[in-house]
């Protein structure tokens, strides 16, 4: 008789735990549905506050439908389109590039600057339309995190490279590799063509950087010096000099012909994480994880000036084409762009919903991309009426300060 009992006990009890998991899964579906309402509402809410031009409350409900996503879908959820078409109207932004599944690492204008190229952790590039932010494609086949991007001088190839070290030489019509270079042992962390073409440079956290014969793929030089990974590498503009920074604190300039070291700029109490050539070639301006901007005399090595304002640490930075203007992303989730010769800030560009990784102007310099963490890449208007727009929000930040060395 006990078995039969015992028998009748276990039963039950299955049949009680089979219940429970059943109204467990029912309360946690419920719950899911009404997370997705809150969103749902919430985006409502968002619509109907836009045409206050409440700027604080509109950025407020913004933050709440964000939260309401993240909690529906998960935190890892990419940003939905109806957001980022959202965001772009509230944060002035001209465009936003949306379709990567992870952050964007790296962007890059086409030299015409019709076509914006962006790099992704989830192993593809993207190009899009630089006026609409519209797919043009979709670049397939590293099998890794792309962390650099960058357009051949006359268009037609992109140079991609990742997280196992793969460079790769795209034919942008075909969307095909044309090369693939070999030759660093770990990941390339910075690249950057010649002014005309002929040559591709690339960094790497095995501490060199390598300069590549692009119609051949053979290395032409490697340039060894610095005693950490490098984070940032440039051409000046005339081609014969290249700059390279690196978690070691410094910049280093180097002669392109011969390979020697021409000078060392030290100042920055944390790693060099970007580096750009003025466009007439006499500065070098470096960003830091110290969360300041120097520039240096490029022929010396010699501190011009510090830029303060960010409150983390600078990832990217460049130049406008003119030179009179220089764009500097963080981890603060923004960017500013600052006068290249006072070193006053201009704008603060704040939209982005993580740190900032990237940034690049357009050829005319009347428009900056910028790629962040929280994944689409969104294009920014520099006219002056835009820059004046957005000066009210770089004073109420943060004016920005500069110390000079001149």
């Not at 579906?29 to 509402?41: D, F, H, N, P, S």
């Not at 015409?112 to 590039?125: P, W």
């Not at 390598?210 to 051949?216: E, K, T």
């Not at 820059?387 to 500069?402: M, S």
Request: contains cysteine; charged residues 20%; proline residues 3%.
């Amino acid at each position: 008789m006990r078995k039969p009992v015992l028998w009748i006990v276990a039963s039950l009890a299955a049949v009680v735990a089979v219940v429970a998991v059943g109204q467990w899964r029912a309360a946690a579906a419920e719950a899911l549905r009404a997370k997705r309402r809150v969103y749902t509402t919430t985006l409502e809410k968002l619509e109907a506050v836009l045409d206050t031009r409440d700027r604080r409350r509109v950025s407020d409900v913004f933050a709440d439908a964000v939260a309401a996503h993240r909690a529906a879908y998960g935190a890892a959820a990419a940003m939905p389109l109806e957001l980022a078409i959202l965001r772009s109207a509230i944060d002035r932004s001209l465009a936003t590039c949306v379709g990567h599944e992870a952050e964007v690492t790296a962007v890059a204008f086409s030299p015409d600057g019709k076509r914006l190229a962006t790099a992704s952790v989830d192993g593809t590039a993207g190009i899009w339309d630089a006026a609409t932010g519209a797919s043009l494609g979709v670049l397939r086949g590293h099998r890794q995190p792309l962390t650099v991007i960058a357009f051949a001088p006359d268009g037609r190839s992109l140079a991609t490279g990742s997280a196992d070290g793969r460079l790769s030489i795209w034919d942008t019509a075909t969307k095909t590799v044309r090369a693939d270079l070999k030759g660093h042992t770990w990941s390339i962390t910075a690249l950057a063509f010649s002014p005309n073409g002929s040559r591709l440079v690339t960094g790497s956290t095995d501490k060199t950087a390598r300069v590549w014969d692009v119609a051949s793929g053979a290395t032409v030089v490697v340039l060894s010096g610095h005693v950490d990974r490098l984070n940032a590498v440039a051409f000046s503009p005339d081609g014969t000099l290249l700059a390279t920074g690196s978690r070691d604190r410094t910049a280093r300039i180097w002669s392109v012909a011969t390979g020697s070291q021409r000078a060392v700029c030290t100042g920055h109490d944390l790693a060099v994480t970007s580096l750009a050539f003025s466009p007439d070639g006499t500065r070098l301006a470096t960003g830091s994880d110290d969360a300041t901007a120097r520039i240096w005399n490029a022929a010396t090595g010699a501190e011009v000036a510090t830029l303060t304002g960010h409150s983390l640490p600078i990832t990217s930075l460049a130049f406008a084409p003119d030179g009179t203007r220089l764009a500097t992303g963080s981890r603060d989730k923004t960017a500013r762009v600052w006068e290249a010769s006072s070193g006053v800030s201009l704008a603060v560009l704040a939209g982005h919903a993580g740190p900032v990784n990237s940034l690049a102007f357009r050829p005319d310099g009347r428009c900056l991309a910028t790629g962040s963490d929280d994944g689409p890449a969104r294009l920014w208007g520099l006219s002056n009426a835009e820059i004046h727009e957005n000066r009210l929000a770089a004073t109420a930040t943060d004016p920005g300060q500069r110390s000079g060395r001149d």
